[in-house]
């Protein structure tokens, strides 16, 4: 007996092995981010000038406890060139009944020499066609700086670098009451990099154990944004922030005259003085200064006009004071309205 093969049933039609195959690769692709998210949740890439602002530098889960044997199981598996690599701090491991396990790493990256790798264009160089070439002028660097996200130890860093690039950047400009710009294109980009920048630190902000470098900067960011008529939510959270810095460091002079000008130059002057003469027994300067402001406003012109004439002599060689003292006895109000200096704010920088 003979057997007879049908090829209509044994053999896949090529246009349905297409769509098999297609099919097939398209769950792959489907799957692959999830298992890639999982793998490189805690991967640390080197900062860029437009992200190094937002990142997290994680410890690998610092506050997850481990059994004994999962202790000793990391420690002979820590790969032996982690112990040689300078651009590394390693978190040393600690026993579980001393305190949480923590095997993680920070990496802080420094400038260091420019190099690049290419094809040698000259080599295939057609006749008479100019070689390329590039030059670089105007670098500069930020410098890196990690701040704690929580209290305590062994909690994540945060990367601030641009932030606090933008906030020394800016200050002179917005920190004070009413704020001054060359021109509106520098107050508009300040605005929306304010508005960005607070979002961004918001969730650090609002924890319960948010650190006081967290609080600090949040207090600032949302100072600006009340400066800048971005809304009263602003000048609500940084007032919550900034006091909650101060319980935490009582005796920080920074934390005390941001305080204090922010309740003075909100109308506050009675809740302000405390903060502002306790920044001024810190030493903090520019709290003497807004001191002097919160005398103006309240129409006691001849005790600001002797507090900054008293400045003046202690600090001859600061150019802001002797201008404020030229505003007062003009007969104006804000101390701070001065020629504003120009700024490097450009949209999306």
Known sequence: MKAILSSSHSIKSPKFATLTVMAATCAMLLSAPVNAAETDATATAVPSAMDSSKRVIRLARPNAAISPAQANAAQTSLPASSASNSQS????????????????????YEPGPMTATGIDLRSGQLPNIPTPQ?????????????????????????????????????????????????????RHYTREKVKVLADWIEPYAKSPNASFDVLLRAAKLNGMGRNLDLGSDYTVRGGQYVDRAIKLQPDSGEANFLYGMMLSEGG?????????????????????????????????????????????????????????????EEG??????????????????
């Open 89 to 108: 701090t390693n978190v040393q491991m600690m026993t579980p009944a001393a305190a949480p396990v923590m095997n993680g790493t920070t990496r802080v």
């Open 134 to 186: 590039v030059q670089l002028s105007d670098m500069s660097f930020v410098k890196t700086v990690l701040i704690p996200q929580q209290k305590g130890l062994g909690t994540d860093k945060l990367d601030v670098s641009l932030l606090d690039d933008f906030i020394a950047d800016v200050s002179p400009n917005a920190r004070h009451y009413p704020p001054n710009f060359p021109n509106r294109s520098q």
């Open 268 to 328: 506050g002057f009675k809740e302000g003085q405390k903060y502002l003469d306790k920044a001024v027994s810190l030493g903090y300067t520019e709290a003497e200064q807004s001191l002097a402001q919160s005398d103006l406003l309240s129409d006691r012109r001849s005790n600001a006009l002797e507090r900054l004439r008293r400045l003046e002599g202690q600090y001859p060689n600061n150019t802001v004071i002797p201008q404020q003292i030229k505003l007062v």
């Open 332 to 349: 104006k109000f804000y101390i701070w309205d001065i020629p504003a200096p120009d700024i490097n704010v450009k949209p999306g920088a």
